[in-house]
């Protein structure tokens, strides 16, 4: 786990040193969130998406932010697809919480 972070913090200073940050869809639907707003903390979790979901799982969680009930519809689900993408979703909000909390 340890080497996740420190990846991930490694690629965010190049990132920033280097000019080339940009906001991915995790970091932008916080951002223009009600609860959003805190730049810091979104990019943080943005890294957490970057480490553990794939662009497509993270332009899905995206839409959450802005329809709740999306994620509820998801996690109750019958479909495997759905299963599989809840349980990837799971360990991004794990992750997160890990690596972004205070």
């Known amino acids: ?5 420190l990846a991930a913090a490694g690629a965010a200073t190049f990132a920033l040193v280097t ?3 940009e906001a991915g869809p995790i970091e932008r639907a916080c951002m223009a969130s009600d609860r959003g707003g805190n730049r810091s903390l979104c990019g943080c979790i943005q890294q957490a998406a970057d480490m553990t979901l794939s662009g497509g799982d993270q332009k899905r969680a995206a839409k959450f932010f802005k329809d709740p009930e999306a994620a509820h519809a998801t996690w109750t689900s019958q479909s495997k697809s759905d299963d599989a993408f809840w349980d990837r979703y799971k360990s991004f909000g794990q992750t997160a919480e890990a690596y972004c909390a205070g």
Do not use: Q
Not at 1 to 5: D, T
């Open 1 to 5: 786990m340890k080497s996740y972070i």
């Open 19 to 21: 000019g080339m940050a």
